[in-house]
């Protein structure tokens, strides 16, 4: 007999079935034992005769054979997918058995600290709650990846191993690459670049790596970025329209999963950097004028200003200083020691940072050198800009950061299945001896 899905059993009144799953719950009820049978599509209902599961525990694989049949009276559950039926088991399998559970990991202990529960990931991944921030996150990643396909970008692969720091700064994982020096990638952002010479319009999913040397509830050292880039514009404000009507289906799709999404208005309200710090010099007394980017507080109080004002829990702000963005971004030719770049806040959170890039060859090779790096080191880049690149631009979300704002997460570790920071790689970190497996050599 082949195995049928729980979310299935409906379709199989008064017939035989197979199904196989985790004990999710057990009841003893004299006679009778119910087991609440959890697979990827949810709970199903088991009806046991007890010497049929006998040595059955929480957390069991089981591999059950029996007959499908409607609940009783009163007992049905009309808001589950398989409320209204339930499986009486004529032959029980146990496909595995489990230790002895250090906590009630379906209803989360809200004593236990974060560290706690994602030093046990492997087992809390299977809570409902947490199990749902990863299909958001599928769901925000997939958004992504439709609208621009519908819109004509090509996706590749962008390397993760890379010779050279696009960024800049000192923020990078330096890694031995046989006899050579080599880095975890910031971003795929020479690589998109580059790709324009034949597709004009692309996109990559890819991780990236930052050293940052921070522990703080909005950083992690390896994320997920959804990175687009696209030629032939007319103006950078073509970017920003283009990341909105990314950003206007993400959350179209979110509310088919019952997300409750934030506001948007009309239109996401565009503002300059330096007006931002005016409001906020006006709201606050908080004078920043000076500064050359938004602090997290400052960026909280715009866009609870944006909220108030446009009815929009997401607002662009524009122009950061030439001098703090990367070698590679355009300045503003009506104000050249400001840049048309932008970052989208959604919730007092940056969540897309993008803008246009210099295209001439001549203007990059200038700038390589003003921000004290070697032109041999960007050669290979540079190619695509010497046989001829049109005006383009490009923009990459944070994937980890979409989600937890989206789902008001206390950490982004959470919107992470596997969450690397300072102090982490999987279990936390302890100093003492190397723990690299040996591999025996033939």
Known sequence: MKRILNKETPQYPDQEVKVAGWVNTRRDHGKIVFIDLRDR??????????????????????????????????????????????????????????????????????????????????????????KN????????????????????????????????????????????YYKYDAYLSQSPQVYKQIMLGAFERVFTITHVYRAEPSVTTRHISEFTSLDAEMAFIDSW?????????????????????????????????????????????????????????????????????????????MIFITHYPTLKRPFYTHEDPLDPDYTLSFDVLYRGLEIVTGGQRINDYDKLIKNIKKWGNKIETFSFYLQAFKYGMPPEGGFAFGLERITKQVLNLKNIREASPFPRDMERIDNKLKKGPSTRLRVKKK
């Open 237 to 313: 404000k073509d970017l920003m329209d283009t990341c909105e009507v990314i950003i206007r289906n993400m959350f179209a799709d979110l509310k088919l999963l019952k997300v409750d999404v934030p506001e948007l208005g009309r239109e996401i309200p565009r503002i300059k950097m330096r007006e931002a710090q005016k409001i906020i010099l006006e709201r606050t007394g908080r004078n920043n004028l000076k500064e050359p980017d938004l602090s997290p507080e400052d960026e909280q109080e715009i866009c609870l200003w944006s909220k108030e004002k446009y009815g929009s829990d």
């Open 41 to 130: 599509t949810g709970l199903l209902q088991i009806v046991c005769q007890p010497d049929l599961v006998k040595d059955v525990k929480e957390e069991y694989v089981l591999e059950i054979e029996g007959l499908i049949k409607k609940r009783p009276g009163n007992t049905a559950k009309k808001e589950m997918a398989t409320g209204e039926v339930e499986l009486q088991a004529r032959q029980v399998k146990i496909l595995a058995k489990s230790a002895a559970l250090p906590f009630n990991f379906i209803e989360k202990d809200l004593s236990l600290t974060l560290p706690i529960l994602l030093d046990h990931r492997p087992l809390m991944i299977r809570n409902p709650e947490v």
């Open 133 to 176: 921030i990863f299909k958001i996150g599928e769901s925000i990643t997939e958004s992504f990846r439709k609208t621009l396909k519908s819109l004509d970008f090509t996706e590749f692969q962008s390397p993760n191993i890379v010779p050279l720091v696009a960024e800049g700064g000192a923020d990078v994982f330096h890694i031995d």
